[in-house]
């Protein structure tokens, strides 16, 4: 500590969310050259520490930044383009054709960034995004100082038949050669969008490039009961193993949704260690059906939450979705006790950083880790009184309550401000691109 | 118009949730003595109108302020104290000893100035309450400027056996006596616990009072499944028919919850009129249950959203309420049209109105209502783009969006902050109470 820190926060309640599940009460945390370089108790400091910056903690509560495991970004604009309908007609008559109209690299930087920001303003620190044009996602990640899994997305010809696989494969290797070690903030991935839209083949042929590179690999599994029906007819086995057939589960596997799961399904992905993205409010939203999480934790599989794409949420706030990952397991089960709000606050960060094999350097706040950090300003009636920190942050408090966040030891937010991001700019971009979507978009 | 207004809103968005589900555009609307006097388009002005005070709505949705059909607002002060529970573990065990220990006039006051200043800060402008010591409830509401109908509240002794009823009849015509007419804001109403908590002579002796004084009669209703079986067991049939043989069901009676019906139960509460409370949150966070609301729209029933009190939800959030409501069904019925964000809004606004029998007064923005109206300002990354203001409401705000509260023609939240309360004082007093709860509460 003799040379001083960056930034030293103190004071308040902090929620390390380590393996112990420590709190400390009144701490004081260290960050230098964007790792945390110690946590401790104030009223154990023997002497004065120089800090650059100080950060005042006081009536706050501090957490490890928030990690949200499947994000569309540029979805963002198509937000309230279209509700409340059924799942094909909402694809097929509204989404799908919008993208075929709207999606380019101009329009996929500028959501991302709009969707950088309010996942900012609502304590994310950490995103893993599919979608195409994923280079713009990943530069405008690395831009507003945002850590992020960028995953280049693969879809074959809605006429059925294979892709280019020389073309995929070609790709997805320019796209890791291009964002690998680009920066600390970002690691480049792969994402198949799914066993109904993309064949055996191409779901190799990606997972080969993926695992050459060491780098995740992405897919939607088991959403919808009509794919578990589809997949069964073309295949004659249930997503899950036709994935296992095909060769495509491992640990560095992340399996978003995974709603109609069987009890051999649930065996399958523990047994191949692959990472679950759990996104209740997109299943809720557009009538999927609810993931058997109880069931993936008791097998050990390790489950993050995602917010899904802006389409079908419809906002990127992990404080509100964790209220509802809580709530819809209890309901669903008819039992209280089946999903606690710590257990959802650790699928929201720890958990979430074990999805995106991450959890040795992100999602808890320990000496040693990226400084990836956030403050919740409990000094609101909505979070008086105070008993349990837990249960507020689930329960009670939404991602307005997030006044400061800190990523890769730098500070992205103060009191509500960004002061990196021209926000009224982005918006002003933002709204320009989405009145040509409002007028032509449906 | 000769006279001028008293307060001017010009500019944004309204949504006047009239029957015709009107939306005008940069309106401009005219409150005078406590009323709307005018809704116009500011394009259709003829002359400048005097006002004492104008509100900038640029930029802003303006709606009818919401209204909360079920609270139990000094409950307040168990936000958080024991979650996670099998529910009669945490009835037993927590609420109701920490409520035989703490819940005094001083409590109940303090709580309900805390929540209140929580409703006004998240856009609601009336509220249904119903707890012990409901005049310092009322009191609380008309110091805070609010809108309510406040419920005194009666439950039998735990032990058994009837109640002293002469007792309860006089509490009843004292507490009505006492409110009535006291104040345009307030209208007093009765609150029997449920029927496994009254006994019959109970439930029939309050609601003759309540008849006779023709003031709402509020009950719990078929909220778990427990209650099913208890009440079938000890009087051989469902909890709404039980009530119905009490002869306490008509249209001013409110049955909070409904979750468990059958279809005859469903057709007695519509040809009685009674009216529905459903509150989703605290169903899913007891894991009660998922009311048939579909089912009660289909059937002509009036129903209202509620937040239940702050220890089973855990906050007083209308707007993420809405959020809840509308996924709920979606996802329990595998429909994704079931419950549109219109509904939901309706639910929030005019129907919840018409739970109250108030329809004719507020719940909408019209000409000759009470001036209750909310402005919610959408310049934020989350509420862009704006497509669909019923979408965004419902899907992507949250109650920290509403930046402007109006109640009876005046200003009690402008751009966040209170011109009438001392938010300090407020939070200070409740945080010294919920200080000796947190010590010995539990």
């Known amino acids: 500590m003799e040379n001083g820190v960056d ?19 009144d701490p004081v945390i260290g ?16 002497a004065p520490i120089r800090a650059k910056e100080t950060v005042d903690a006081s009536h706050s509560i501090i957490m490890p930044g928030l990690v949200n495991t499947h994000t569309h970004l ?24 919008a993208e075929a109209k709207h999606v380019n690299r101009e329009m996929v930087y500028a959501g991302s960034l709009l969707a950088i920001a309010e996942m900012i303003l609502s304590g994310t620190t950490t995103f893993c995004d599919g979608y ?126 995974c709603v109609w799961l069987e009890e051999k399904d649930l065996e399958m992905l523990a047994t191949r260690g692959v990472k679950v993205s759990h996104n209740p409010e997109s299943n809720m939203k557009l009538a999927s059906g609810v993931a058997p999480v109880p069931d993936m934790l008791k097998k050990g599989i390790t489950v993050g939450l995602g917010t899904d794409g802006s389409a079908s949420n419809n906002d990127l706030d992990l404080l509100m979705e964790m209220d509802t990952a809580a709530k819809i397991h209890k309901v669903f089960r008819g039992d209280p006790t089946v999903m606690s709000a710590m257990t959802v606050l650790k699928m929201a960060t720890i ?18 880790k990226y400084a990836d950090i956030i403050l919740v300003d409990t000094r609101k009636p909505h979070l008086t009184p105070l008993y349990n920190c837990y249960s507020q942050l689930v329960y009670a408090a939404n991602g307005a309550d997030v006044s400061t966040v800190i990523i890769n030891g730098k500070v992205v937010l103060k009191e509500r401000r960004f002061p990196g991001l021209d926000i009224e700019d982005i918006l002003d971009r933002a709204r320009k691109i989405a009145g040509e979507i409002g007028k032509t978009g449906r």
């Open 74 to 97: 540029p979805m963002i604009f198509f937000r309230g383009l279209a509700d409340d309908l059924p799942l094909m007609d909402w694809l097929n008559n509204h989404i799908f054709p």
């Open 351 to 368: 958990r979430g950083a074990g999805v995106l094999n991450l959890a040795d350097s992100i999602g808890s706040v320990e000496a040693g």
């Open 132 to 257: 195409f044009y994923e280079s713009s996602v990943a530069q405008a990640a690395i831009d507003a100082g945002m850590r992020a899994v960028t995953a280049q997305g693969f879809i074959d010809p809605p006429a059925g038949g294979n892709g280019n696989l020389s073309k995929y494969i070609e790709i997805a290797e320019r796209f890791i050669d291009k964002w690998r070690g680009k920066s600390g903030l970002l690691t480049p991935a792969l994402f198949c969008h799914s066993p109904y839209t993309c064949s055996p083949d191409t779901l190799k042929a990606i997972k080969k490039v993926s695992r050459g590179a060491k780098v995740p690999y992405i897919v939607h599994l088991a959403e919808t009961r009509d794919e578990v029906r589809m997949i069964r007819e073309r295949y004659g086995v249930s997503p899950v193993m036709h994935l296992e057939r095909s060769g495509v589960l491992d640990d560095a596997t992340i399996a978003v949704h």
């Open 31 to 46: 960050i230098r050259d964007g790792k945390i370089l110690f946590v401790d108790r104030q009223d154990r400091l023997t």
């Open 7 to 25: 930034i030293l926060i103190r004071g308040g309640t902090l929620l390390t969310m380590s393996e112990a599940m420590e709190i400390v009460h």
